[in-house]
Nanobody, 113 residues
């Protein structure tokens, strides 16, 4: 079974940047749409961004213009570049293989004001 491992989270000041990585144990080209989600304390998990095999992307309104999702089908890795971070971006971030509904373990992002 394919496994996902996220990395790149941490503590950053408001206005700063982080790049999250999601490494898959299998070939992601064949896995179709990949997504990044986040879950803040006391809130439901929400979609942040999606990317198709061909590179078409979609974003939550709250992150448009600040976050960029990308994928490297050779390295079997999906990325989330996060710029102009805000305290409200604080959450555990998860990647997901949409069609298989497989999740990674998550990586914590904390943005201080």
């Amino acid at each position: 079974q394919v496994q996902l491992v996220e990395s790149g989270g941490g503590l950053v000041q408001a206005g700063g940047s982080l790049r999250l990585s999601c490494a898959a144990s299998g070939n992601i080209f064949s896995l179709g749409v990949m997504g990044w989600y986040r879950q803040a304390p006391g809130k439901q998990r929400e979609l942040v961004a999606l990317i198709t095999t061909g590179g078409t992307t979609d974003y939550a309104d709250s992150v448009k213009g600040r976050f960029t999702i990308s994928r490297d089908n050779v390295k079997d890795t999906v990325y989330l570049q996060m710029n102009s971070l805000k305290p409200e971006d604080t959450a555990v971030y998860y990647c997901k293989i949409e069609i298989l509904r497989i999740w990674g373990q998550g990586t914590q992002v904390t943005v201080s004001s």
